[in-house]
């Protein structure tokens, strides 16, 4: 069965770190672009980061630019998200995405599989 599988959200303070991981297993995505998305409370999903497959190519949202990593580890099939810095603002379900099949991707009509999402809170 192909799936994503999120893990390492939490419940933080403001100002703190946290790194997501998004373990893909059923097939290989090194082939394809990856993206976090995130949905906050009354919200609708709103794109994050994205990775080109061969992790040399990165695209973020404004609101996240400079404070947010997105890499890939082919070998082990598993994308992260580094999250630095964050803030309240930053609270919601962070949903990672495989394309596909374009080179890069920010808009959710360009990916073919989620995962079922990881909870992210920050506390003021």
């Known amino acids: 069965q192909v799936q994503l599988v999120e893990s390492g959200g939490g419940l933080v303070q403001a100002g703190s770190s946290l790194r997501l991981s998004c373990a893909a297993s059923?097939?290989?995505?090194?082939?394809?672009?990856m993206g976090w998305f995130r949905q906050a409370p009354g919200k609708e999903r709103a794109f994050v980061a994205t990775?080109?497959?061969?992790?040399?190519?990165?695209d973020y949202a404004d609101s996240v630019k400079g404070r947010f990593t997105i890499s890939r580890d082919n070998g082990k099939n598993t994308v992260y998200l580094q999250m630095n810095s964050l803030k309240p603002e930053d609270t919601g379900v962070y949903y990672c995405?495989?394309?596909?099949?374009?080179?890069?991707?920010?808009?959710?009509?360009?990916?073919?599989?989620w995962g079922r999402g990881t909870q992210v809170t920050v506390s003021s």
């Open positions: 059923g097939r290989t995505f090194s082939n394809f672009a």
């Open positions: 995405a495989a394309s596909g099949g374009a080179p890069i991707a920010t808009m959710e009509f360009e990916y073919v599989l």
């Open positions: 990775i080109g497959w061969s992790g040399t190519t990165t």
